[in-house]
């Protein structure tokens, strides 16, 4: 996303799901190191099956989530978005992968 750049999100889940919402800005502010990550919301003791808001992005980046499912059932996951963003990938598996965007329908 680029510096400034808005987005509307909701999520749900079938299940509670521990997840971190960061940002890995392009340039590292003086001082940090390479791996630097900047964590807006965190939740990885009890977990949510939902949230939804608002998000201005305080540098250019790469912005988003990480969902955990800390039992043995399967969880499904919808995440619905809209606003200033280049592109959508999911890391699952240490495998990133492209996504196209579809209509919430």
């Known amino acids: 996303m680029p ?5 509307v999100y ?4 079938s299940a509670k799901l521990s997840y971190e919402f ?3 800005p392009d340039r590292n502010p003086p ?6 990550y900047e964590s807006y919301d ?8 939902q949230f939804h808001g608002t ?10 989530w990480f969902w955990e499912n800390k039992t043995k059932e399967p969880v499904k996951l919808k995440l619905v978005s ?12 240490d495998k990133e992968t492209i996504l196209q965007p579809t209509d919430p329908k």
Do not use: C
């Open 82 to 93: 809209a606003g200033y963003y280049d592109w959508i990938f999911q890391n699952r598996n």
């Open 42 to 49: 965190l939740d990885d003791a009890v977990g949510k099956d």
């Open 55 to 64: 998000f201005i992005a305080p540098n250019a980046g790469v912005q988003g």
């Open 3 to 7: 510096k400034g750049g808005g987005l």
């Open 22 to 24: 960061h940002g890995e």
């Open 10 to 13: 909701s999520w749900t889940a």
């Open 31 to 36: 001082g940090t190191t390479i791996g630097y």
